[in-house]
């Protein structure tokens, strides 16, 4: 399994970015994706999820600024960040598995994902 991640950058607060992910030679029927976040020194956390049924769940912290999708087509997700702010700044990191021995809030919760990307950067300046 490949992750062809993309989309980081640094940007003022307030703004926004879009960060896409295609992750290729993943063949799940039933699948959840996600996006997770990490700085140095803090636990990392799970930021959004979306599944093969069309369930999506976010973290408290990025609910109403940050959409996830699909392409339903291909295993790709997309992050859209909006109103970005400083504490957003993180390494982001797609992460994929099945849906069949755990569900994807659960798996969100517990970061319990098989294939992870290399992660894109995101820095948010004051």
């Known amino acids: 399994v490949q992750f062809v991640e993309s989309g980081g950058g640094s940007v003022q607060a307030g703004g926004s970015l879009r960060l896409s992910c295609e992750i290729i030679?993943?063949?799940?029927?039933?699948?959840?994706m996600g996006w997770f976040r990490q700085t140095p020194g803090k636990d990392r956390e799970g930021v959004a999820t979306i599944d093969s049924e069309g369930n999506i769940g976010y973290a408290d912290s990025v609910k109403g600024r940050f959409t996830i999708s699909q392409d339903n087509d291909k295993y790709i997700v997309y992050l859209q960040m909006d109103n970005l702010a400083p504490e957003d700044t993180a390494r982001y990191y797609c992460?994929?598995?099945?849906?069949?021995?755990?569900?994807?809030?659960?798996?969100?919760?517990?970061?319990?994902?098989?294939?992870w990307g290399q992660g894109t950067q995101v820095t948010v300046s004051s």
């Open positions: 030679g993943y063949s799940y029927s039933t699948y959840c």
């Open positions: 992460a994929a598995d099945g849906l069949a021995t755990m569900n994807c809030s659960r798996r969100r919760r517990f970061g319990a994902f098989g294939h």
